[in-house]
C-alpha cells in the first residue's frame, strides 16, 4: 500500500535512500522552495539533492526501453503485451483529445497503449483529466486504453434532460460502437461504475469483463450524506481531500493531484452538469433507474473494489454489489478511501491486469534480475535527468505543473520497476521479497510526485517523513538484492 504517511520509499539501489538520510540530518534545503500560486511550493535542493546521490551510486546507460507490442485488432482477446514507454511520450497526458461521431452526439475521447481494449469511465464531477496518469500509464503497457468525458463536458455532447445514468451508459456504448471495439474490458469509478453496470445491464454484448471502483448499487444503496458530496466540487482542497483519502494519506492525494496537473489545461464540467449528475446519481441510488435494478442480471466476470475507509461509499455498497453479481470478486484496501485507486497506484493497475488478462507466468530467477538490473538502471538515467531540469528552474516563476512534469518521468521509471517486478512471475518467498520492495519503492515515488504541491509549511516535515521513509525502503531493497542474488549497493556518501 502507497502511505502518504509513516514509512517508506525507496529509490533501487539504496544509495539514494541513504542520501535521504544524509540529506535529512542537517535539514540543509529548509526554506529554499519554488514560489508559485495555489499556495504550492517545492523544496528544490531536497529533491535535486535525492538524484544527485542516487547517481552517484553507479554507471547507467541514459534513456528508456522502447520495445513495443503490435496493436491488437479491436475486440480481440490476445494476452496483452507489455509496452515500454517513459517519461510523456508514451503518456496519456501526451495523447491528443479526439472527437468520436457517434449515434448520441460527439465524444471527446483519449487513448494510449496497445493491445486489447479497456474503456474507463469517470465519475461525478470529473473529466478525462481527473484520471492519474500513472494509473493510466500502467494499464496502457498492456491495453489500449480509452478514457473520455461524459455527458456534457468537453467536447462531449449533452444528453436530453433528465440526465440518467442509463443514458450516459447508452452514450459509452455508442463510443464503443464509434471505436469499433466490438468487446471491451471495462473500468468505472465512482458514478462511472454506475454507468459501467447500466452499459452491462443494457449492452451486454459489449462488455467482456467489468471492474467497479468506489461506486454504489442500483438497490439498497447507503447513501452517502449530501455534505460529502458537496464537499467535492466545494472548491476547497481540505475537503476533497478529507472525502476521498484517509487523514494520514495527505502525500498521496498531492501526489494525485499533482499527476492531474500534467495534463494540458481543459474545460472542467459546468455546475449545470454537475446537478444534472448529482440529480442522475440520486435517481441510480433510489432504484429509479431500470439498469441500476437488474445489475443481478450481469454475467461478466466483475471485480468489485474500494478502500475500506471510503467515506463517500460504505463498504456495504460494494459487499451488495458483490453479492448481487454472480461471481464477483470483492477487493477491499485497508488504510484507503474514495480514491483508493490512485492511492494504491501500480500495484492496483496490475491487479486490474490481472483479473482482465490472468496471472503472469512465473519467471526465472534470472529473469527477475535482469528485470531488476535494467529498470534500476533506467530509474537512474530518469534521476540524472530530472536533477538537471529541476536545477535548471527559475524559483520564481515555477508553476505547480511545470514542477509536476519535471518530476513525471522519474515517477514514471519508478512505477516501471515496480510494474515489472509485480508482473514478473514471483513466486514464494521472493514475492514477498518483491511486495516488500514495490510498496517501499511506490511510497517514495508517492513522496517525489507529491513535491510539485508541496507547501512552504510542510517542508520540514516532508525531509523527517524521507528520513523515515528512505530507511525503510533501504532495507526493502536490500532484502530484494539478497533473495534475488545480486551484489550489495553500494552507499553514497558525498554531498551534493
Known sequence: ??????DADNVPGGC??????????????????????????????????????????????????????????????AP????????????????????????????????????????????????MATWDPRFVDTLARRFR????????????????????????????????TALRLNRPDVLGYSMGGMIAQALAVLHPAQVRRLVLCATFPGTGTVIPPQARINALTSGSTAQ????LYPANQVLAFDAASAGSSVYPAAASASAAVIAAQGQASLAWFHGRDRAGRLTGQISVPTLVADGTDDQLDAVANDRAI??????????LYPDAGHGFLFQEGTPFAVE?????????APDSTVQLRRVFATDESRVVAAGRTWD?????????????????????????????????????????????????????????????????????SAVVGWEAQAKADAAVAERAADALRSALGLPAAQRGTGTP
Open 322 to 331: 458483490a453479492d448481487r453479481i454472480q461471481g464477483a470478486k470483492l477487493l
Open 145 to 176: 486504453v480509452v478514457i473520455f468525458d461524459n455527458a456534457g463536458i468537453g467536447d462531449t455532447q449533452a444528453l436530453r434532460a433528465p440526465l440518467t445514468i442509463d443514458e450516459m451508459a447508452s452514450q459509452t456504448s455508442a463510443l464503443i
Open 388 to 456: 538537471s531540469r529541476l536545477h535548471a528552474v527559475d524559483t520564481a516563476t515555477a508553476t505547480t505543473p511545470e514542477v509536476a512534469a519535471i518530476d513525471f518521468p522519474y515517477v514514471t521509471a519508478l512505477d516501471q520497476l515496480d510494474d515489472d517486478l509485480l508482473t514478473a512471475g514471483a513466486t514464494g518467498s521472493q514475492l514477498a521479497d518483491v511486495n516488500r520492495f514495490v510498496q517501499a519503492d511506490e511510497r517514495f515515488a508517492t513522496d517525489i510526485a507529491a513535491l510539485a504541491e508541496l507547501p512552504q
Open 16 to 77: 539514494g535512500r541513504a542520501a535521504v538520510r544524509h540529506l535529512c540530518r542537517g535539514g540543509r534545503a529548509s526554506g529554499i522552495v519554488h514560489g508559485r500560486s495555489a499556495q504550492a511550493g517545492v523544496t528544490m535542493l531536497v529533491a535535486a539533492s535525492i538524484a544527485v546521490m542516487l547517481t552517484a551510486c553507479g554507471s547507467a546507460p541514459a534513456g528508456f526501453g522502447t520495445a513495443s507490442a503490435g496493436t491488437a485488432p479491436p475486440g480481440s482477446r
Open 240 to 243: 476533497v481531500r478529507a472525502v
Open 80 to 127: 496483452a503485451t507489455k509496452v515500454a514507454g517513459a517519461g510523456t511520450a508514451g503518456s496519456i497526458v501526451a495523447a491528443p483529445v479526439r472527437i468520436a461521431r457517434t449515434r448520441l452526439g460527439a465524444v471527446g475521447y483519449r487513448e494510449v497503449g496497445s493491445g486489447p481494449p479497456l474503456v474507463m469511465i469517470m465519475g461525478y464531477g470529473g473529466t
Open 1 to 6: 500500500m502507497v502511505h502518504g504517511g509513516t
Open 352 to 360: 486490474v491486469g490481472s483479473f482482465l488478462a490472468g496471472p503472469p
